[in-house]
T-cell receptor, first 115, second 111 residues
């Protein structure tokens, strides 16, 4: 299957700082990328959907000014957590897909810890 | 989106078959049944999907009831590497539409 990478895999930051997470589709052009968040022992919750070249669509309750998403190319999307707080500590996972694909390809996830 | 219901957890002995059930009584005619699994501390991975007919691939088989109100994911010989949370998801369109994850079934494999 297609490969999606995320960087970094783990990050620890101090409260009030910003953190950028990159999601790359390595061997196909992703017309759509998704960002999920997963708290311990819970399921994945969709945060936003981004189409290449367009503004991201955020799910209800997700602050777009806090979680900045950029999908500037068909192979790269970034999620920036601005002014991070301890409650933002979570496992962030991206996925990528194309209009012709029945499958979503997930990245390995990024574990964010805010101290 | 139509809802799915799965048992919270299941156990299986290693090298035995596993049948993971999913109920989706409100499924619509255009909904595909997708299965993903998530190994510990990893992103989910696609397992299999189907519409009406039973499906097989190298990972698993998917048995779909004739009325499509339920389906079963079959792992023919469970290995320790199959220990994961398995999600049954209904999706009406390919690719570009988001997946809505429920709680899934946590499968434990006993050596």
């Amino acid at each position: 299957g297609a490969v999606v990478s995320q960087h970094p895999s783990r990050v620890i930051c101090k409260s009030g700082t910003s953190v950028k997470i990159e999601c790359r589709s390595l061997d196909f052009q992703a017309t759509t990328m998704f960002w999920y968040r997963q708290f311990p022992k819970q399921s994945l919750m969709l945060m936003a959907t981004s189409n290449e070249g367009s503004k991201a669509t955020y799910e209800q309750g997700v602050e777009k000014d806090k979680f900045l998403i950029n999908h500037a190319s068909l192979t790269l999307s970034t999620l920036t957590v601005t002014s991070a707080h301890p409650e933002d500590s979570s496992f962030y996972i991206c996925s990528a897909s194309s209009w012709f694909s029945y499958e979503q390809y997930f990245g390995p996830g990024t574990r964010l810890t805010v101290t | 989106d139509a809802k799915t219901t799965q048992p919270n957890s299941m156990e299986s002995n290693e090298e035995e078959p596993v049948h993971l059930p999913c109920n989706h009584s409100t499924i619509s005619g255009t909904d595909y049944i997708h299965w993903y699994r998530q190994l510990p501390s990893q992103g989910p991975e696609y397992v299999i999907h189907g519409l009406t007919s039973n499906v097989n691939n190298r990972m698993a088989s998917l048995a779909i009831a004739e009325d499509r109100k339920s389906s079963t994911l079959i792992l023919h010989r469970a290995t320790l590497r199959d220990a994961a949370v398995y999600y049954c998801i209904l999706k009406s369109s390919p690719g570009s539409y988001q997946l809505t994850f429920g709680k899934g079934t946590k499968l434990s494999v006993i050596p």
